[in-house]
């Protein structure tokens, strides 16, 4: 575990009230930093340009500026100290400037608690070694040995030694399910509880009640007090995976938590304090929907304080071969079989395929072959068609790959070509959001209504094709004459 140095930490402190100053200076002591105070924004300029500190601590308001402005001289001085801004009078706006502007973090006022403070200074203060990734012990499905991989290896384990925000994004099936769990494992709050939450399998109107919980009597069926995934979490980690589904109004709660460290349950009329870091995650970029005002922007930069980009596997190729071989392996011991490769002419096909569903999809394919090999190394009968297909420059009809179809010379029967392709899309539209309907009509550009009803009419989901349709399956109805009826 981290621990903290011994060496005591200089901490500038910029706060114009007397009382607060001192409680600052009494209380963080004893947690090994010297602290020196100015009451404004001119004194610690002075300060600033005579001598250096570990850390700075400041108001939001001061008798002659604001923390804004002396974020905004250090940048401009090349400065690059940590900044910690505390003040009673936080607002959207100047938060998101903080953030935008390098604070570390934004915190509210408590009286005569500085808590919160210590723990981000610690934070920032922790002087174990970062672990690479020879000394993580077992990094799960993080698999790698290139340049990218292993930069992505090292970062979590810094990251796992912060108590920040983390926000992880990349394409679905990059694993960042299994970074989460890395960090917490490798963190100060691996004894506490992992609890994920896929935001975007939850139905709106649930998703208030699971996150924060609720009181007996707030809503009709509610026969007894429920303690929502937040209060499990106390002590640990929630992680919030496609957290870029989250509605608008709750993304104002969970400012909230994460500004204040307090739930509120439904029906409840005192706050509780919750000890949790969150780790959000999502393969949309929250930055550009954010500007859209599709996301709210300061929630945005409340969780991208530490951000983790995790790479497509088709732009990892070098890690293929690495992950085959840890796949397999685990197979093979899953269904009780001995160890496996594969063959030559097969490996060659993988390298060819782009691995759309990336990680995920790789290991998928892993379980499929060694279930269904029954001997010898694994060939190019055990793949699916679609994978053979584009390695072959065919035409495929894999899920996911739209094209532009040519008309047959025959001709086809175009309203049931567009009805199959319509249908293959909206499985294809349930597949990625897991069977949750409402998404899947959100990703069609469809009312939910409407896709009830189309799904209805195409016979269910069962009945979809799982072939991407193609007009030559479809051939134009012919007349006694040989010519096609319209």
Not at 115 to 144: A, C, N, W, Y
Request: aromatic share 6%.
């Amino acid at each position: 575990m981290p621990t903290f140095p011994s060496t005591p930490k200089q901490i500038l402190l910029v706060e114009d009230e007397p009382s607060f100053r001192e409680v600052l200076q009494i209380g963080l002591s004893p947690l090994g930093f010297e602290t020196l105070t100015v009451p404004g924004l001119g004194e610690a300029k002075q300060m600033l340009g005579s001598r250096t500190f570990d850390a700075i601590v400041s108001d939001l308001r001061l008798k002659d500026g604001s923390g804004i402005e002396l974020l905004t001289w250090m940048k401009e001085q090349g400065i690059e100290t940590p900044v910690v801004i505390m003040t009673a009078f936080a607002t959207t706006e100047t938060t998101v400037q903080a953030l935008n502007l390098g604070a570390v973090d934004f915190l509210t006022k408590a009286k005569n608690d500085i808590q919160e403070l210590s723990k981000v200074l610690k934070g920032l203060f922790t002087i174990q070694p970062m672990p690479e990734p020879s000394e993580i012990r077992d990094l799960g499905d993080l698999v790698g040995v290139g340049d990218t991989m292993r930069k992505v290896q090292a970062f979590v384990g810094k990251v796992a030694l912060a108590d920040s925000t983390v926000l992880i994004t990349g394409e679905s099936g990059t694993g960042k399910e299994i970074v989460a769990r890395l960090i917490h494992r490798y963190s100060e709050r691996a004894r506490g509880p992992f609890v994920p939450v896929n935001v975007g399998a939850l139905p709106e109107s649930l998703l208030e009640s699971e996150l924060f919980g609720y009181e007996k009597g707030a809503f009709t069926g509610a026969g007894a007090t429920k303690r929502g995934l937040f209060e499990e979490a106390q002590g640990g980690v929630i992680f919030l995976d496609e957290i870029g589904e989250m509605p608008l109004p709750l993304q104002v709660k969970l400012l909230r938590v994460l500004q204040e460290r307090r739930i509120r349950r439904l029906g409840a009329n005192e706050e509780r304090a919750v000890d949790v870091r969150v780790i959000g995650a999502t393969n949309q970029n929250l930055r550009q929907r954010a500007e859209r005002n599709q996301f709210r922007q300061d929630l945005y930069y409340r969780l991208n304080i530490l951000h983790i980009e995790l790479p497509p596997l088709r732009e990892r190729p070098e890690d293929l071969p690495v992950l085959i071989e840890h796949f397999l392996a685990r197979f093979c011991r899953k269904l009780g079989k001995p160890p496996m490769t594969v063959a030559a002419e097969a490996l060659k096909v993988l390298g060819k395929y782009g691995f759309r569903g990336n990680v995920r999809e790789l290991e998928n394919l892993m379980e499929r072959c060694v279930a269904l090999n029954a001997g010898g190394p694994i060939g190019l009968e055990l793949f699916p068609e679609n994978i053979l297909a584009e390695a072959e420059g065919r035409r495929t009809r894999n899920p996911g790959e739209a094209s532009r179809q040519d008309l047959p010379p025959e001709g086809c029967d175009l309203e049931a070509y567009l009805s199959s392709l319509k249908g293959h899309l909206m499985l294809q539209a349930l597949e990625r959001c897991e069977g949750n309907r409402t998404r899947a009509a959100r990703l069609l550009g469809m009312s939910f209504r409407a896709f009830r009803y189309w799904l209805q009419e195409l016979g269910g989901a069962e009945a979809l094709s799982p072939t991407v349709p193609h007009p030559e399956d479809f051939p134009a109805q012919m007349s006694p004459d040989g010519e096609a009826e319209g």
